[in-house]
């Protein structure tokens, strides 16, 4: 089936510490994007792609990376850049410009 | 810049009708999504409007007037299960899509 897998669903890090989520999608969509999400709170976009080897910063691109060489993968980096890193991530993909985004199951990050 | 204003929460009885409305200020405007969350899980899409008028899919609508900047979601028939959070989203010139900060809807027995 298609879908777009993010992993790990769970991640605990120490402060000071790097950690990559992945994501990774097989609808064959052109455009992915990684959002924020805190408790209580809307999503905020860091990162979108629309094309390989091509990104942009969104809202909130401070203290993270990505890369976008290959067309089904997105992954991101949460550096230790990063001063609040504890949130939900979500993942997601679309056809450019579509208004309807296929959203990943979100990865779960705690920072101790 | 871009932003969307929508109510942080509404509470409804099972069997009734519900509106979330949501406002938008955007450079461009490249048509307005919804969509449903869960408490823990990932957003689904529901509707989405390029052009004004109503969308109906099943139990849900979805209503623009790009005059008014002004959409709204149209829940009927509520059930406990559609107790979630609901987001209106609109796209950017660039190809990205911004949230708006999402409606909590509680339905009550």
């Known amino acids: 089936d298609g879908g777009i897998t993010q992993s790990p669903k769970y991640l605990f890090r120490k402060e000071g510490q790097n950690v990559t989520l992945s994501c990774e999608q097989n609808?064959?969509?052109?455009?992915m994007y990684w959002y924020r999400q805190d408790p209580g709170q809307g999503l905020r976009l860091i990162y979108y792609?629309?094309?390989?080897?091509?990104?942009q910063k969104g809202d909130i691109a401070e203290g993270y990376s990505v890369s976008r060489e290959k067309k089904e993968s997105f992954p991101l980096t949460v550096t230790s850049a990063q001063k609040n890193p504890t949130a939900f991530y979500l993942c997601?993909?679309?056809?450019?410009?579509?208004?309807?985004?296929?959203f990943g199951e979100g990865s779960r990050l705690t920072v101790l | 810049g871009q932003s969307l204003e929508q109510p942080s929460e509404v509470t409804a009885v099972e069997g009734a009708i519900v509106q979330i409305n949501c406002t938008y200020q955007?450079?461009?405007?490249?048509?307005l999504s919804w969509y449903q969350q869960h408490d823990g899980g990932a957003p689904t899409f529901l509707s989405y409007?390029?052009?004004?008028g109503l969308e109906e899919t099943g139990r849900f609508s979805s209503f623009l007037s790009r005059s008014d900047s002004y959409g709204y979601l149209l829940l009927q028939e509520l059930q406990m299960k559609d107790s979630a959070s609901y987001f209106c989203?609109?796209?950017?010139?660039?190809?990205?899509?911004?949230f708006g900060k999402g409606t909590k809807l509680s339905v009550k027995p």
């Open positions: 997601a993909s679309s056809i450019v410009g579509a208004g309807e985004l296929f």
């Open positions: 609808l064959n969509h052109d455009a």
């Open positions: 792609s629309q094309i390989v080897n091509d990104f």
């Open positions: 955007t450079s461009g405007f490249y048509g």
């Open positions: 409007n390029a052009l004004d």
């Open positions: 989203a609109t796209g950017g010139s660039q190809g990205n899509l911004i």
